[in-house]
């Protein structure tokens, strides 16, 4: 049974930084791709990124983009989504969610695993 669990949230003033980390558990292997989504009081969840373990490539959705950084170790089964600049607006709980495929989907239904989800918090 494959597990995520991020870590890292808290609160940060607006313009500072948080790293957040997805640690993999049961068996995720190698292949797939993991990705963050957050979601905010009253809101849909939204795409914020993902990478595809294999080559590393990424994806961003654009309110992130040159803001927040994804990578990931594999020989750990960790990802990580470095958020800098951040802003008010960021505020929500991020989700790490993975999926054993090669596509970059940026639709939540198409991730079958998902993690408990950890706070973020920017204060103006």
């Known amino acids: 049974q494959v597990q995520l669990v991020e870590s890292g949230g808290g609160l940060v003033q607006a313009g500072g930084s948080v790293r957040l980390s997805c640690v993999g558990f049961g068996g995720f292997g190698d292949t797939g791709v993991m990705a963050w989504f957050r979601q905010a009081p009253g809101k849909e969840r939204e795409f914020v990124s993902c990478?595809?373990?294999?080559?590393?490539?990424?994806h961003y959705g654009d309110a992130v983009k040159g803001r927040f950084r994804i990578s990931r170790d594999n020989f750990k089964n960790t990802a990580y989504l470095q958020m800098n600049s951040l802003k008010p607006e960021d505020t929500a709980v991020y989700y790490c969610?993975?999926?054993?495929?090669?596509?970059?989907?940026?639709?939540?239904?198409?991730?079958?695993?998902w993690g408990q989800g950890t706070q973020v918090t920017v204060s103006s």
């Open positions: 969610a993975g999926v054993q495929s090669t596509i970059m989907y940026t639709s939540d239904h198409a991730y079958t695993y």
């Open positions: 990478i595809r373990r294999r080559d590393g490539t990424t």
